[in-house]
């Protein structure tokens, strides 16, 4: 069931819910624009939704003019008082924008920068990942390398930093459960960890090169099963790890989804249920069962690159059959946000 769509004046890449209360029902939506020309430029922007499934309220309050993003993130809850969100850019910053609101107004928001950081001079950021704690975040870059940097009292600084690829690195994630471990992800078609207390730049935890057929585009581990682990790939298959040996990560499933999985989010609160964006098949929502997995339910509303895609925290929504946590979802080049019910009780 369709809660309202928008139009944006950018390439819609990525969608993210805030985790943070009172303020599950803000949508933070981000575009990419790549002006050709004899200097290309990569523009973008920021638009703020405020998202009320039951009662269909979707309504845009509020944009922000930005370079070209590739990601954003919120602080995950419990590592920062106030709601931050972090971009990863064109340009080889590190942004963090914070959420402002008004007790006067309910309806009033905004993002205010607060802090940024200079990564790369001659390189993209792709991708961005929050530690548990919201002290450190994970960049990867479009040479190939990763940063962590350090995040204390809005001030950053780069910590760490390594070549991790040989290419494009488009996802780099905390272990949230072991945060001292980075996953990594890579057009090189390896998927890889790194421990950040032992030289990452001289070292690897494991590098798999032999699973993926084609690049690696989003790691997601789960928040409740400190042992699974999925990857998406340009290559249409979701896979499933167990990671209990870190050394050696075991790939329990492949469940192919008919388009390159660039982003994968486990449900909020509903153990063993992801939702995908599947590129050019639209977007699926998976049960992961001990002994496979299987698509639950699909999405094609959108007619171009479903590229972003999340789930909305708090209650479930929807009536009769139909119980589940509110989705936002975006694709590419027809610059579309929607916000939608699942038809099927996910519960």
């Given at each position: 069931?369709?809660?309202?769509?928008?139009?944006?004046?950018?390439?819609?890449?990525?969608?993210?819910?805030?985790?943070?209360?009172?303020?599950?029902?803000?949508?933070?939506?981000?575009?990419?624009?790549?002006?050709?020309?004899?200097?290309?430029?990569?523009?973008?922007?920021?638009?703020?939704?405020?998202?009320?499934?039951?009662?269909?309220?979707?309504?845009?309050?509020?944009?922000?003019?930005?370079?070209?993003?590739?990601?954003?993130?919120?602080?995950?809850?419990?590592?920062?008082?106030?709601?931050?969100?972090?971009?990863?850019?064109?340009?080889?910053?590190?942004?963090?924008?914070?959420?402002?609101?008004?007790?006067?107004?309910?309806?009033?928001?905004?993002?205010?920068?607060?802090?940024?950081?200079?990564?790369?001079?001659?390189?993209?950021?792709?991708?961005?990942?929050?530690?548990?704690?919201?002290?450190?975040?994970?960049?990867?870059?479009?040479?190939?390398?990763?940063?962590?940097?350090?995040?204390?009292?809005?001030?950053?600084?780069?910590?760490?930093?390594?070549?991790?690829?040989?290419?494009?690195?488009?996802?780099?994630?905390?272990?949230?459960?072991?945060?001292?471990?980075?996953?990594?992800?890579?057009?090189?078609?390896?998927?890889?960890?790194?421990?950040?207390?032992?030289?990452?730049?001289?070292?690897?935890?494991?590098?798999?090169?032999?699973?993926?057929?084609?690049?690696?585009?989003?790691?997601?581990?789960?928040?409740?099963?400190?042992?699974?682990?999925?990857?998406?790939?340009?290559?249409?298959?979701?896979?499933?790890?167990?990671?209990?040996?870190?050394?050696?990560?075991?790939?329990?499933?492949?469940?192919?989804?008919?388009?390159?999985?660039?982003?994968?989010?486990?449900?909020?609160?509903?153990?063993?249920?992801?939702?995908?964006?599947?590129?050019?098949?639209?977007?699926?929502?998976?049960k992961i069962n001990d002994g496979g997995s299987e698509i639950i339910e699909?999405?094609?509303?959108?007619?171009?690159?479903?590229?972003?895609?999340?789930?909305?925290?708090?209650?479930?929504?929807?009536?009769?059959?139909?119980?589940?946590?509110?989705?936002?979802?975006?694709?590419?080049?027809?610059?579309?946000?929607?916000?939608?019910?699942?038809?099927?009780?996910?519960?």
């Amino acid at each position: 069931m369709e809660v309202g769509h928008c139009y944006l004046d950018g390439n819609a890449d990525a969608v993210e819910f805030c985790p943070h209360q009172p303020y599950h029902h803000v949508l933070a939506a981000a575009t990419y624009n790549l002006q050709e020309g004899d200097q290309p430029t990569r523009m973008g922007s920021i638009s703020l939704f405020l998202v009320d499934a039951q009662e269909g309220q979707f309504e845009l309050v509020h944009q922000v003019e930005t370079a070209g993003i590739f990601d954003v993130k919120w602080s995950p809850v419990g590592g920062s008082a106030s709601p931050l969100l972090g971009q990863a850019d064109a340009d080889g910053y590190l942004r963090i924008h914070g959420l402002q609101s008004s007790s006067d107004a309910p309806k009033v928001y905004s993002l205010e920068e607060v802090a940024s950081q200079k990564i790369s001079s001659s390189s993209m950021c792709l991708c961005l990942d929050w530690n548990p704690s919201a002290t450190s975040i994970s960049l990867g870059l479009s040479d190939g390398s990763v940063s962590v940097v350090s995040i204390s009292e809005s001030q950053l600084a780069v910590a760490q930093e390594w070549q991790a690829h040989a290419f494009e690195l488009w996802t780099a994630s905390f272990d949230i459960h072991q945060p001292h471990l980075v996953y990594t992800g890579s057009d090189d078609c390896k998927f890889s960890c790194w421990d950040l207390r032992d030289d990452p730049s001289s070292n690897s935890v494991f590098q798999n090169s032999k699973v993926h057929k084609m690049g690696v585009c989003c790691i997601a581990k789960s928040p409740t099963d400190p042992n699974a682990l999925l990857t998406g790939s340009y290559d249409e298959h979701l896979r499933v790890w167990d990671v209990r040996s870190i050394s050696k990560p075991v790939n329990q499933v492949s469940l192919r989804l008919g388009g390159g999985v660039w982003r994968v989010k486990y449900h909020p609160f509903v153990a063993d249920v992801a939702l995908a964006a599947c590129m050019h098949n639209g977007f699926a929502i998976v049960k992961i069962n001990d002994g496979g997995s299987e698509i639950i339910e699909t999405y094609d509303k959108h007619k171009s690159l479903a590229y972003g895609a999340d789930w909305q925290r708090g209650g479930l929504c929807g009536e009769g059959r139909g119980m589940s946590a509110a989705v936002a979802t975006c694709s590419f080049y027809d610059k579309l946000v929607r916000a939608w019910i699942p038809q099927n009780t996910i519960v």
